[in-house]
Nanobody, 125 residues
Framework: EVTLVESGGGLVQPGGSLRLSCVLS??????IGWFRQPPGKEREGVAA????????FYSDSAKGRFTLSRDNAKNTVYLQMNSLKPEDTGLYYCAADFARCSPWLWARGAGYPYWGQGTQVTVSS
């Protein structure tokens, strides 16, 4: 069983930044994805990282503004979010799989068997 705990969400003004953290209960994992669910909308993939080769994947809305990183010693994956917009508002989840990320499927939530409880991000003035 793998557990994931997200933190770092909060209320931020447009243009601001937040860094989300995802702490995993295991040091051995494959693809780690970040997803968000805006109010009244479906969940969508934001970004993913595969530690095996440090490959990263970003949604079009995240490219250029969000950056993934990891700290192996802390079993933690970070999502640095800059230039935040009101449309970035949502409940952000991290999810894990033991397989490597697929360049075509990483944004599909159904491919991840393990999920955290989420952290709320609200971008508003």
């Amino acid at each position: 069983e793998v557990t994931l705990v997200e933190s770092g969400g909060g209320l931020v003004q447009p243009g601001g930044s937040l860094r989300l953290s995802c702490v995993l209960s295991t040091y051995s994992y494959g693809c780690i994805g970040w997803f968000r669910q805006p109010p009244g909308k479906e969940r969508e993939g934001v970004a993913a990282i595969y530690p095996g080769d440090n490959s990263t994947f970003y949604s079009d809305s995240a490219k250029g503004r969000f950056t993934l990183s990891r700290d192996n010693a802390k079993n933690t994956v970070y999502l640095q979010m800059n230039s935040l917009k009101p449309e970035d508002t949502g409940l952000y989840y991290c999810a894990a799989d033991f397989a490597r990320c697929s360049p075509w499927l990483w944004a599909r939530g159904a491919g991840y068997p393990y999920w955290g409880q989420g952290t709320q991000v609200t971008v508003s003035s």
